[in-house]
């Protein structure tokens, strides 16, 4: 067969397309490694812009990175003293990526509640909207967002020698397959587990029995608090956390119905 006339081979799954946009007059440069493996679990970057006035000696930090991570500068002077006019062209930016129909999703990160609106206009066009910023970003723009990712817990952590014990076991039946992060490995000071919020979402996702899907589970988790996170918890992975809560949770590996492998079912204790 002629090459020439051969069908492209198309990739059997298909990534979501994200734009990602980066306002760095509220972003640090120092997250953006583990900000971009983020966004990389996600779907595909295609397009990737950051906003400021890199004249500017604060935007000193983010002139390292940019090339590196190629991730295309657009530059914005101030107007006038006290207005924040990189806010506006990046929405502008936004409506223009939005209205070209190539996208699956976008990533403002951000820690500034300006973008609030802006994030649901994405939404009602029925795109995903993924936010990243501090944890000190308002309540308004975490809320307006599907999925919100503290920047916190994206930054690098150094390297720590091997110290050739292994981690200890999790209290608990079934204790060999718990594969739970040490709190250690993860930034920050665990918070406190906000048991009432998890349990309203697992009632929610549960079946008669109530048992719920780990997946359905922390799906419901991130409708509730779109800032979800189980390394805010001092956890990897849901999976990780529950586990190592045997004192709330039950867990149960099961072959669901119709489908290959098995998954991971949990219900209160």
Known sequence: MNSRTSPR???EDHAQRLAVLIDADNAQAAVIEGLLAEIATFGEATVKRIYGDFTSP???????????YAIKPVQQFAYTTGKNATDSTMIIDAMDLLYTRRFDGFCLVSSDSDFTGLALRIREEGLMVLGFGEKKTPDAFRNACHKFVFTELLRSLPEKPASGKAAAPARGAGAERVEAAPVEDVPGEPEELPLAHFLRALDQASD???????????NYLTKLQPE????????????DLVHARRDIFEVEDRAPAGARGKALYVRRK
């Open 9 to 11: 081979q198309e990739p």
């Open 58 to 68: 604060a935007s000193g930090q983010w002139k390292k990175v940019l090339n590196r």
């Open 228 to 239: 979800f996170d189980p390394r805010l918890y001092g956890f990897k992975k849901l999976s």
């Open 208 to 218: 008669d029995e109530g048992w719920a899907q780990l997946s359905s589970f922390g």
